[in-house]
Each structure stands twice: as C-alpha cells, then as structure tokens.
C-alpha cells in the first residue's frame, strides 16, 4: 500500500481492529514494519489513552505519531501536530501532505497559513496554546501530538508546552521525546484533569545499540582511527559554531574521502551555487568529503550538508550539539570534544538531557549494528599523557616534564564524567509557566459578555484555575497569582477590561472592551503597535520609506551578532574620533559606554509605545526593540556578501539571512498597500529579490506553504537546489541593485576614500577622476535627492544596460556622472547586478 492511499484504506465507520490490521499493513508496505514497543503504542492509542512515548531516537516515534493522526482522521475527528521551531513544523507538514495528501494537512505559524482548517494540522506549540488559551474547551481539537516534549521546561518557551494540557480537558495527548526523565506528576495531572487513563512507553532498547568509549588522543588521531575501522559518518559534536568550522579546516589536511567518493561528491553537487567567503571553504570541505553543520549557516548550506549525508556522501561532518532536534542525518559515530558548554551564563557540564540528545543519534536503522559514542579527554590532559609517555621510565626526562595547565575558567571533566552521564535518566521536566496580560485577555476575551447569566463569573474562574492550578510549586502558584491580579488591575485601569460587580471571591464578571485580532499574540504580536506607527509618520518626507522599514525592524527579534558587530564598530570609530579631540582614557571610557548600535526612531517609537500601551497594556509584554540592519545594508548599499564581509559575519550568515526574510515577509504582510509609497515598494521588492537570490528556500517554502498544490509535491529532494528566479526579470528589484552598485560608489567618492574605490574598480581611474571634480566643486552630495530614480540615466540593450549616475555638485551643474555598463548574462548567473564601472568624468 503506498503512502497516499493510507487515508482510503481507513476503516470507516471506525473499527479499532480493522484499523490495527490496516496500519501494520501499510507499515509493513512502506518497509517499516512496527517493533514492538511501537506496536504497544498505537494499541494504546486505539484504547483511547493518552500516550507519553520516551523511546531513543531510532524507535520510530514518528511512525506512532502518524497512527494518531490516522486514528483521529478515521474517526472523523481534528489531530494536531505541534513542534518547537517552525522549519521542524514545515518539515512536518511537507511529510504528512505526502502521507495523507494536501487536502487533509494545514499549517500554522504565525507567518505562514495553508488550509488552517484542515483535519491533521502542523503548528508551532505557542500557536495551540494560544488556540487553548482563545477557545479552551471549545477550541477543535481532539488529538494533539507534542513532539521534542523535553521544552516544556525551557525556561521562555515552555508555558505553552503546558498551557494545552491545563485547558484542553477533552483532548486526547501523545507526549514525545527521547529525552524527557521522570514525567509521574505530568502524567497523573493529565489523568485528574481529563478521566483518561496515560499509558507510557518507556525505556525501551534501541534497535541499533551504542558502544561508548573514553579516549585520551587528539581529535584529528582520533577520525583517522574511526575512519580506517569503519565507524563513518562520523559527527563531531562542538560547542560553538566558530569550533566547528575551525574544526573542519584543520581536518582537510586528513585524506577523509577516496578519489571515487570525492567524484561522487563533485557529481552531487553539480553547479551548486557558493557564495564568496564561508560558501566558498565549505565548498573545497565537502568535495573533500567533510561538512560543517550549525545554526548560522545558510539553509542552503545545511540542507546540501544533510543531503550529501543522507546519500553517505560525506564521512565527516564537523557540527555543535544542536543537531539533536529533529534533523534527519544519519550518523554512525558522535565524537564529543567536550563534556561541557557555556549556557549563556557560565561554563557548565552537559546534564544527562543534553549529553543523551545528541548522543542518541548515532546508530542509523536498517544501515548499522551499533552506533558509537566517543568522548575525549580535556586538550590539556590530551597534551600531558602524551608527554608523559614520551618520557616514558627516564627519570631525568620525568623531572623535566611540566605539565600543561587548564585554561582559566575550565570546568573540568573526565571518565568519571563521562561515566555518570551515560548511566544518568533525563532530568525531570520542571514547569517554566508565565502569566501575561496577552494571556489574561485571551482567558477573559473567550466568554466575557457571552457568559452565561447561570455563570456570570465563569471568566475569573477560568482565570483563577490556570494561576492556581497548575503544574508550579506551591510558592510559584502564589506568585502566578499576584502577577495575574497586578496585570488584571492594569487592564482595568486602559479601560481594556471591564468588571461588573463581585471581586477576587470569584463573584467577578469580566468583559474585554476592545476587539481582538484573529492572529492575536501570535508571532507578530506588535504587528498592532506597528500599524499604528506607521500612521505617524509622513508619505511625503524623503525619509518615509526607510522610516517605516525602522518601525517593521523594531518588532522583530533581535539579530545579536549583527548588532555586536555594529557596536563593536561603533565604538571602534567612537574611539578614533575621542582620541583625535584629546579627550582622557578615563572620560573615553565612560562615554563609551553610551555607544550602540543605531537605533533609528527610537524616541518617537518609544513615546508611541507608551501612548498605544495606555490603551494596549497587553502590549507591554513584548519588548520594542530599534534596530538598524534592513536600514543599514540599504544605506551602505551593499550586496549580502558585502554586508557580511564588512561586519565579519561570515559564520552568522544564515541568521542574517533569516532575520532579512523576516523583515521582508513583515512588511508584506503589516504594511497597508495603501500606505507604501514607489520608494517603499522598491525597498520591499529589493529586500525580497536580494533574500531570494542569496538563498530562495526561506521565499520559496514560504510561498509555497500558501499554495497546497505546490505544497504536495513537497521540498526539493536534489542535492543542489533549483536555481533561483532570473534576477533581471524582477525589472524594480533589479533597477534597486543597479542603483545601490552605483551609490556605493557615490557615498565612496564623497568621503574621496581613493583606496577602496581602486578596489571596487582598478580600471576606473578613480584617484585622477576625484582630482579633477574636487578641482571644480568643494563637496558631493548624498541627501535623499542625490540617491533618487532621476539620478539614474538609463539606455538599455538585449545584452546590457549602459547607466550614468548623476552626481549632485554643491553649485547644482550636475555635469558630472559616474558612466558604467551592467552586464545582464552575468547578471543572471551571478544573482545580483553585475556592473562595470568607466568611471567619474563630467558630461
């Protein structure tokens, strides 16, 4: 039976036996029959329990959580998927279109909507609680699958892992994780709450078991030796991403592939597309056989490096420990170089949750016998056993040996270490709830006025029962409470919420006073604020078009290490301009600290804050955040890889790259067309071209989970992705890169900095040039003015485009131009303007 004939194939009317025997056939069909411990989860299922499955990773929990949604889609009735990071619930999506086909699965993200509707549902696990929080009881779901469960104790994060199981009484739950220790007090909450009974599958044996060693040999020995036995691919776990990378340089000097399996890979990868700087050392590592993995990469980056994988192309891949959550390559060894990480806070050793998350993916299913699992022995201690077996038995030789110490800070670990963490259970999930004002109002919003007169108060009582019954100790519960009364009071003071009679004795009726939006609190939660921004600003002003763009960037998340970089320029420049006007080390020092990265509009955004928030106090949950970085690529006018290079952002260029798609898809989808101006409109069109051409799967999947025909053909499965759209036949994003190549040069010449212009263009004679209109005019202007459309003279051909840039002199001649050709075929090859300067002569 294949995959899309599972949903014809479901017993209908609903017989539990008649869907065992269909399911263990299409299991069997599809080549994955069920083990046991798989087979006692769907007949738990079928009893109609709830399930906590905390089966290692390799046990096919994927597999059960496609029997309850087969379950609930037998019975009629609504499943949903939910996940802690949105490219997993996307990933999902995709796999369940396949398996039931587009009509029967919907997605919801808060930045993506496709047939919400839908009988099987994928969505992030703030997105259901919201709906808990909205709807409680009432909300349509009957089956909820919460897949990587362990987050429910993350400390921001996990309130809306327990928010469901607190509100949604009559929903049936499948709790999953490989990794989440002692849940007695989840699951006995579970039963009190709903009267249906948890069955729990645990501690089951991995089909594919792990060996685990201690070594006490450098790492580069090491992968030599796993590698001549056999023990590949191997996945050396690190702790940062710039270890990682470092990591995977150092071994390119080790013969990692064959000359037949480095064919294989330069096959593979055909005409995949590098970019300048990291795209270009991970290109000579993996046709070496070596792949690097981590957060900060391109997504194209990482999917090429899971896609070669997949294919056992690559016997290396140097990564950090984040690979554990849901990432599907497939590993024969886990070499850890470390038992410790730093946590944001302080260096710490892994708990037993982390050392057992990335450890269980070695091993694959149907490919191994066993996985393997190495640990490594602290660099210093690694140094010293070496030396001490050069010594060997001379004493005088032992006399002169000294040791290596740790490096400061070091949290030490060894075998003893390593040890207890192979022996220790996950610890136990503690809750991490919160109370907030979006979360009050959702409570209150759901019945309100509508209540019924039989029980007028049921709002407060809602409210009540989620601040003081819940999963928090005692004391916390007590702090939950305060929390709630303070928010409370302050929504009754905006006027937000009204109360008619009663009081905290639970007499209270509760209404809220203004109309929430559909998507409220969701992942665009000042999406309101920003509308409401936006209209204190001017169309007219020159300045319009980049000032809405800076209200957009104040609501989304922050992009630390680009804001790092830019403080840690500005500060480098404050410096400069400090020593040059004399002023003392000391009083250097204390100015120093008021430097920034720019924060554009950041007075009038703040005052707008408070003034929406005195009538929105739920608003004051989110933090507004200015920032400048759609702003500043503009205002630099550089290309992505320039922008990247120039802030040394080489190894964070795919949260970069996220960070821009965000802002782009936020300006679609917040800015009124009515309120987007042709300049408006060219940045959104640019912003949106340069993302797609950098890396079209972020636009491309986002398109296409808005399209459910297109959704079922799923992600590209090609190693190297589809080429992305012909970048000059987006006419207005491509007249955007043209003018920025020409600008940059523009803002170059006034600042008369000769050298980086040389740069840009050897053949240009810019040094003479510069000369010469300096000779004539004391200054070239860079207003609004200077950058507009009408600067920019344009005779175009089949082949080219031949441009001249106007330069604004003081005296308003405008005689002089910077002439230059755009080549449209290289264009096009290279996704982005490809221009040749002639240089700066007058007219």
Known sequence: MAPSELPAALPRPWDPDAFLAVFEDWARGRGTPLYPAQEEAVLELVLEKHLVLSTPTGTGKSLVAVASHAIALAQGRRSVYTAPIKALVSEKFFDLVHLFGAENVGMVTGDSRVNPDAPILCCTAEILANMALRQGADAPVDSVVMDEFHFYADPERGWAWQVPLLLLPGTRFVLMSATLGDVTAIASDLERRTGREVARVTGVERPVPLHYRYLVTPVQETVEELLADGLAPVYIVHFSQAAAVERAQALASVRVASREQRDAIAEAIGAFRFSTGFGQTLGRLVRSGIGVHHAGMLPRYRRLVEQLAQQGLLRVICGTDTLGVGINVPIRTVLLTGLTKFDGARMRQLTAREFHQVAGRAGRAGFDTAGEVVALAPEHEIENTRAAAKAGDDPKAKRKLVKKRAPDGFVNWGPASFERLIGAEPEALASSLRITAAMLLQLIGREGADAPASDPASAFRTVRALVTDNHEPPARRAALARRAIALYRTLRTAGVVEQDGGGFDGTARMRVTVQLQDDFALNQPLSPFALAALELLDPASPGYALDALSVIEATLDDPRPVLAQQQFRARGEAVAAMKAEGIEYDERMELLEEV??????????????????????????????????????????????????????????????????????????????????????????????????????????????????????????????????????????????????????????????????????????????????????????????????????ITEHPDRWEVRQIVDDPAGDHDWGIAAVVDLDASRLAGEAIVTVGGLTRL
């Open 596 to 793: 920034g990265w720019p924060k554009p509009l950041a007075e009038l955004l703040a005052e707008a804050y408070e003034t929406f928030a005195s009538s929105q106090p739920w608003i004051r949950d989110f933090e507004l955040r200015p920032k400048s970085v759609v702003r500043d690529l503009w205002e630099r006018a550089m290309t992505f890889s320039e922008y990247v290079s120039f802030y040394q952002l080489g190894r964070s260029e795919g949260l970069v790259l996220r960070y821009l798609s965000d802002a782009y898809r936020a300006a679609r989808q917040t800015i009124p067309d009515e309120a987007k101006t042709e300049q408006l409109r060219d940045l959104v069109e640019w912003l949106g071209e340069l993302v797609r051409q950098v890396d079209s799967s972020l636009l491309d999947e986002w398109a296409a989970l808005t399209d459910p025909a297109r959704a079922l053909e799923g992600p590209a499965a090609e190693v190297a992705p589809p080429a992305p759209s012909d970048v000059v036949s987006n006419r207005r994003a491509f007249l955007v890169l043209v003018r920025n190549q020409l600008w940059r040069r523009v803002q170059l010449a006034a600042r008369q900095a000769d050298d980086e212009l040389v740069a840009l263009d050897p053949d240009a004679g810019w040094p003479e040039a510069l000369d010469a209109y300096y000779a004539e005019h004391d200054a070239i202007g860079i207003g609004p003015d200077a950058r507009g459309a009408s600067r920019l003279l």
